[in-house]
């Protein structure tokens, strides 16, 4: 079943490429793996996909301690400053960097395993109050600066979570607008590619609007076992 699932969002991420003319391969599937087990996120990584995300810490680093390296772990969740490093530790990437101090953080922890740490910004792009991360303009290029300067920090992106709505046109503004944010830090000179946007209901629009990178759980793996999560995927 989850073969089949993939497959099925491999084909529509082929053809939504083909329609808006795009190259397929310049966008990467992040499975989400949260509350997902080692012999489900095997069959997903056996198929072909090497980037899986998690949102808790400590369930990244369960996960990492039996998978390993062998899995490209990216960290999507808010991520606590006395859990930071569990999520240096694991992850390739850390989308959800909101703070300076979060940052500083971060910095301090690749530094101590002499590491360079991808990170993402995470932006607000919506109103919804359940929604997090950075929406002052001047605080995201102020954080931007800083990190470019970090010695182990990489800043290579930005994400966010549109809003969970049926209107395709909010959903569609958020993400235009993650996507016009990027081009306005590269013309200043801060140089980002990434654009992690698009979870299981909306990753078509995501794919029409520029991501590079899309963080799909329940399309690929099903519906959860547990009780109902935070919106990550």
């Known amino acids: 079943m989850i073969a089949e699932n993939l497959r099925r969002v491999r084909e529509s991420i082929e053809k939504k490429c083909s329609e808006v003319n795009r190259d397929p391969s310049e966008i990467a599937i ?14 997903v990584f056996n198929e072909g996909i090497k980037n899986f995300g998690e949102n808790k810490a400590q369930e990244l680093m369960q996960k990492y301690n039996e998978l390993g390296k062998k899995i490209n772990w990216h960290f999507i969740g808010n991520l606590q400053r006395n859990k930071v490093r569990f999520a240096v530790e694991a992850s390739e990437y850390i989308h959800s960097v909101d703070s300076l101090l979060l940052a500083m953080e971060i910095n301090k ?12 910004l995470e932006i607000k792009t919506s109103d919804e109050e359940s929604k997090s991360g950075l929406a002052d303009e001047s605080e995201i290029f102020d954080l931007a600066e800083y990190c470019k300067e970090y010695p182990n920090l990489d800043l290579v992106g930005l994400m966010t979570m549109a809003p969970y709505t049926a209107d395709e046109k909010k959903i569609r503004k958020s993400f235009r607008s993650l996507r016009e944010l990027r081009d306005e830090l590269n013309g200043q000179g801060i140089m980002v590619k990434e654009l992690s946007m698009g979870m299981t209901n909306d990753y078509l629009i995501a794919i029409e609007e520029g991501a590079t990178m899309l963080r799909i759980g329940t399309a690929i793996f099903g519906e959860r076992k547990y009780a109902a999560e935070e919106d990550q995927e």
Not at 30 to 43: D, G, L, Q, R, Y
Not at 109 to 116: D, G, Y
């Open 30 to 43: 992040i499975a989400v793996s949260k509350n997902f087990s080692i012999n489900e996120i095997n069959t």
């Open 109 to 120: 922890r690749a530094s101590k395993l002499n590491k360079i740490q991808k990170i993402l």
